[in-house]
Antibody
């Protein structure tokens, strides 16, 4: 059974940093691309960043480019999102999601971790 | 960036009836269109991909159709657990895989 478990969310002040992690199990992690998708309270879904299976391709949404960094460790089956210069509008539940290589949908999602940016 | 527009924002339907949800893309996405279901407090779940293929374990009452810019999710006979929010997503133009704003199916 595929499992994706996010951690690292919490309350942080504007301008602060936070590092999210997602632990994967139940599939061959190194064969799949991973992404982070967020959902602001009461709002829709927004793709944030992705990373290819080998880690060489790391696209970002314009809204987070230059502030967020995605990485993965295929030896530990984890994907991380380093979030710097956080803003109030980064407040959201952050989901990690799995997909096959190339243009494919997200076939599995974690339960999400809440990030609240507030003073 | 491709913009996905879902309609209606809220759909009021009686249990046992059919629900038809629409999703329109600002430009052609071929058949690279997915539908997700999201229950309150839960992560989205993949229902349909490639416009019309049901994901593993999805009941047959869920069906998808369309190609290009116009897509439809049909729930043939609404069950109580189906009254939640549905999102479409295009993944033809990747990244980003843009989502629609969602349609909430509520009990009439």
């Amino acid at each position: 059974e595929v499992q994706l478990v996010e951690s690292g969310g919490g309350l942080v002040q504007p301008g602060g940093s936070l590092r999210l992690s997602c632990a994967a199990s139940g599939f061959t992690f190194s064969d799949y691309a991973m992404s982070w998708v967020r959902q602001a309270p009461g709002r829709g879904l927004e793709w944030v960043s992705g990373i290819s299976a080998g880690g060489g391709d790391t696209p970002y949404a314009d809204s987070v480019k230059g502030r967020f960094t995605i990485s993965r460790d295929n030896s530990k089956n984890t994907v991380s999102l380093q979030m710097n210069s956080l803003r109030v509008d980064d407040t959201a539940v952050y989901y990690c999601a799995k997909k096959s290589a190339g243009p494919r949908p997200f076939d599995s999602w974690g339960q999400g971790t809440l990030v609240t940016v507030s003073s | 960036e491709i913009v996905m527009t879902q309609s209606p924002a809220t759909l009021s339907v009686s249990p046992g009836e059919r629900a038809t949800l629409s999703c329109r893309a600002s430009q052609s996405v071929s058949s690279s269109l997915a539908w997700y279901q999201q229950k309150p407090g839960q992560a989205p779940r993949l229902l349909i991909y490639d416009a019309s293929t049901r994901a593993t374990g999805i009941p047959a009452r869920f069906s998808g159709s369309g190609s290009g810019t116009e897509f439809t999710l049909t729930i043939s006979t609404l069950q109580s657990e189906d009254f939640v929010v549905y999102y479409c997503q295009q993944y033809n133009n990747w990244p980003p895989g843009t989502f629609g704003q969602g349609t909430k199916v509520e009990i009439k």
